[in-house]
């Protein structure tokens, strides 16, 4: 990818609020890699973690109001989860309202946009690489499924094993 030229294009106000917006939910989506590749920096993903593990079930059971407990986390694909992209969503609207009335004046952010998309990139072939690995070294899936899985029902079976 080529740097935009210094002198770019003025942005328009809509494009500007989008952009950020896009930029900050990214942000918080992807961060804090690719710190957490690091064993050595570990700490980094644990703090990360810690600040949303008090905010995402207030959030669920305060704004959502989800009855049940959030606060356990089972997998990717769970409650906890759904609700951080939420808080994550709400989250950057707050702080893109407060970044647009605080940099009203700005013309483009070419510079910003091209790093973002440098960030974005690289995180999204880390993600793929290491789903092609899981599935191409049989990590994921065994090989050949066992007698008792042969067996089962469909109605028995959890949706982990389907």
């Known amino acids: 990818m080529e740097q935009p030229p210094a ?5 328009s106000p809509a494009k500007k609020i989008f952009f950020r917006f896009f930029c900050i939910y990214f ?3 992807v961060f804090p890699f690719p710190i957490d590749y690091y064993t050595d920096w570990s700490s980094v993903r644990n703090f990360y973690d810690q600040l949303w593990n ?4 207030w959030v669920g059971k305060n704004v959502l109001l989800i009855g049940e407990d959030i606060s356990l986390k089972i997998g990717s694909d769970d409650a906890f989860q759904y609700v951080k992209l939420f808080s994550m969503l709400i989250l950057s609207l707050l702080i893109c309202l407060m970044w647009t009335l605080a940099d009203r004046n700005r013309n483009s952010y070419n510079n910003l946009f091209y790093w973002l998309r440098v960030y974005v990139g690289y995180y999204l072939a880390f993600v793929m690489l290491g789903y092609g690995l899981a599935k191409f070294l049989n990590m994921q899936f065994s090989a050949f499924p066992d007698p008792d899985q042969l067996v089962t029902s469909y109605g028995e079976a959890s949706p ?3």
């Open 160 to 162: 982990p094993g389907l």
């Open 54 to 57: 008090p905010l995402v079930p």
């Open 7 to 11: 002198t770019a294009v003025k942005w």
């Open 27 to 29: 942000f918080l989506y």
